[in-house]
């Protein structure tokens, strides 16, 4: 018998957000709080601890697919908060717990959603018609900004990274052609080259910290250094799930490394003796190097956006590991 406390599909769905078959710190949040609801459901107990426990278990297992997304992590925090709170008020049968789940994973959700949008309409309030914008990786959120200001009518030009290793970048490019923007794919590399040719660079977050430093794709902090050397403003799009609360208790946000295989082929590394790879998936980009973080909030300075955290999400309340025993 399988000793699987929960469907394949919840488990499937974990995978994927693994092998980063679902990727970008928004969509593994969504994936991730929709799994809860899979795992959740799918419980037969009618013992309102033993519901608890499972699913605590569901989101622990969540937790652990990919540490740097803060994203992920807030998801489930948003959900098991609120499912705590309505059990210290009372509520005591499991099937108003699952409804209340479900219920609280739909509310995420829809807020996902909408802050996308909104951070687009903000962000492309500083475009300008003839920009040319540089972004890096995939960023849903930094797409959306682009997007937004391409439909408003303003004619601008994108230069994308290709995103080593993963190649994120032609995701990037392939979204801006089908939605008609003049895309330039470059070389990682090729990035402070194309530098004096750029006006704004956008990019996404998959952690934002206390101090305002974000946390993106490898080569992002690189791009803020080129950037910054020009007097091109650098910008980022995340919606105000990325802010870690975790850094505003002095925790660092760990940083992902990944398999040596998506840099080379295992045969090409198993023929040398003294040669290693290393395989960060993020960096971090001190807030120095930041104009403005566009949220749904509103467009911040990096030094004031952990005060703005603060006032509207009351975040030192909050249980931050909720999914423990
Ligand atoms: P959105 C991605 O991480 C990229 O680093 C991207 O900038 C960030 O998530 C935010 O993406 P990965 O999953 O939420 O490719 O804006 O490692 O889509």
């Known amino acids: 018998m399988s000793n699987k406390l929960f469907p394949d599909e919840f488990y499937r769905i974990v995978e994927d957000i693994k092998t980063m078959k679902i990727r970008g710190a928004a969509e593994i949040a969504i994936a991730a709080v929709k ?9 037969t107990t009618n013992d309102v601890d033993e519901y608890f426990r499972l699913v605590k ?41 699952k409804e209340k789940l479900r219920s609280y994973a739909n509310e995420f959700i829809e807020s996902a959603k909408n802050a996308r949008k909104l951070i687009g309409m903000y962000g492309a309030g500083r475009i300008e018609d003839g920009d040319v914008i540089l972004t890096h990786c995939n960023s849903g959120t930094a797409l959306e ?52 040719k750029v006006d704004k660079v956008i990019v996404g977050a998959d952690a934002i910290a206390a101090n305002g430093a974000v946390v993106n794709k490898i080569g992002t902090s690189l791009i803020a250094l080129a950037a910054h050397e020009s007097s091109v ?25 990944r398999e040596y295989t998506e840099v080379v082929p295992k045969e090409w590394l198993e023929k040398l003796k003294y040669v290693k790879i290393r395989n960060p998936a993020f960096d971090v980009t001190p807030p120095e190097y930041i104009d403005a973080i ?20 009351g975040i030192f309340y909050m249980e931050l590991e909720p999914w423990k025993d």
Do not use: C, H, W
């Open 35 to 43: 799994d809860l609801v899979i795992a959740s459901d799918s419980i």
């Open 57 to 97: 278990k569901a989101a622990k297992i969540l937790v652990d697919t990919r540490p740097t997304a803060v994203s992920l992590p807030n998801g489930l925090r948003f959900i098991l908060n609120r499912l705590i709170q309505d059990y210290k008020r009372g509520v005591n049968e499991v099937s108003s717990f």
């Open 145 to 196: 900004v682009i997007i937004t200001a391409f439909r408003q009518g303003k004619n601008i030009k994108v230069i994308a990274t290709e995103t080593r290793p993963r190649y994120q970048g032609r995701i990037t490019a392939e979204v801006l052609d089908k939605v008609g923007i003049e895309t330039t794919l470059i070389v990682d590399s090729a990035v402070r080259y194309f530098m004096n």
């Open 233 to 257: 403003p650098f910008m980022v799009a995340a919606e105000t799930f990325k802010f870690s609360p975790d850094t505003l208790f002095g925790r660092l946000i760990e940083i992902e490394e």
């Open 294 to 313: 566009i949220t749904e909030l509103g467009v911040f300075s990096p030094a004031v956006y952990p005060f703005i955290i603060r006032e509207r999400f």
